[in-house]
Every structure is written in structure tokens, then in C-alpha cells.
């Protein structure tokens, strides 16, 4: 299943927390995809420019529905990750179709499939 890339890699599920990060989504509505934004897309995920930025990249996903892509981040706190999302805004400017949501995370219950085994601090969300 490797070999055929149905298995893409082996990863750990991390308590972002507990590297003192904040986990965050970010919605984008895009413009019909084209060359040039598979060359920048590409580009960027080769050259891993989210690491420059000291900003975790989790999952990107090109999805059908209200938006068109999700990505999954986490940053030490919330300047750097406004940074990279100003920074996607920018790069990415002439190909979206509005300004990107950006939404922090307050308690993930399942992550990579794996239920968090601290379930019971969601009970610290109640008023």
C-alpha cells in the first residue's frame, strides 16, 4: 500500500497546546483553479514556506461547498498566525473570490481519527 501511495505517511497526533501553540481553520472561496495557482500552491508547499514562518501546516484541503479550501494550522500565538494568514491573503489575493476566514481553536475532540484522550476538559467550556 505504500509503494501504491494509498498509505501516504505515518504521523503522530500532537497536543498542539502542550508545544504552546494554537491550533487555527482557515476558509477560503476561490476562483477557478488555474496553472499559475497549482505552480504557486505547489511552490510553496515544496519549498515548505509555512516552516519559515514558524507556523505548523496540518492539512490543506481543496474541497466543494461554501469554500473551496480548508487549511488546518498552528502558530505560538496569534501575531504570527495573523501573519501567515495575511500572508495567504496576499500571495493568493488574485485568486480569491473574498476575503479569507480565519477561526481559532478552542478544544479539538478528534484529531487524524484519534480521540483526544482529555475528552473531559471539554467540560471546562461549560458557563
Not at 501567515?84 to 477561526?103: A, C, F, G, N
Request: aromatic fraction near 12%; include cysteine; hydrophobic fraction near 40%.
Amino acid at each position: 500500500m505504500e509503494e501504491e501511495h494509498v498509505i501516504w505517511g505515518y504521523t503522530a497526533v500532537i497536543d498542539e497546546g502542550k508545544l504552546n501553540h494554537v491550533s487555527y481553520v482557515m476558509l477560503l472561496k476561490m476562483k477557478p483553479m488555474t496553472k499559475e495557482l497549482v505552480d504557486l500552491m505547489l511552490g510553496r508547499l515544496y519549498r515548505k514556506e509555512q516552516e519559515k514562518q514558524n507556523v505548523r501546516l496540518q492539512d490543506l484541503w481543496i474541497v466543494n461547498g461554501e469554500y473551496d479550501w480548508v487549511l488546518r494550522f498552528s502558530a505560538p500565538n496569534h501575531p504570527t498566525a495573523r501573519r501567515y494568514y495575511e500572508t495567504i491573503r496576499s500571495l493568493y489575493d488574485e485568486y480569491l473570490l473574498e476575503k479569507p476566514v480565519m477561526i481559532d481553536v478552542n478544544f479539538c475532540l478528534v484529531a487524524e481519527g484519534k480521540v483526544n484522550p482529555e475528552l473531559e476538559k471539554l467540560r471546562e467550556f461549560i458557563p
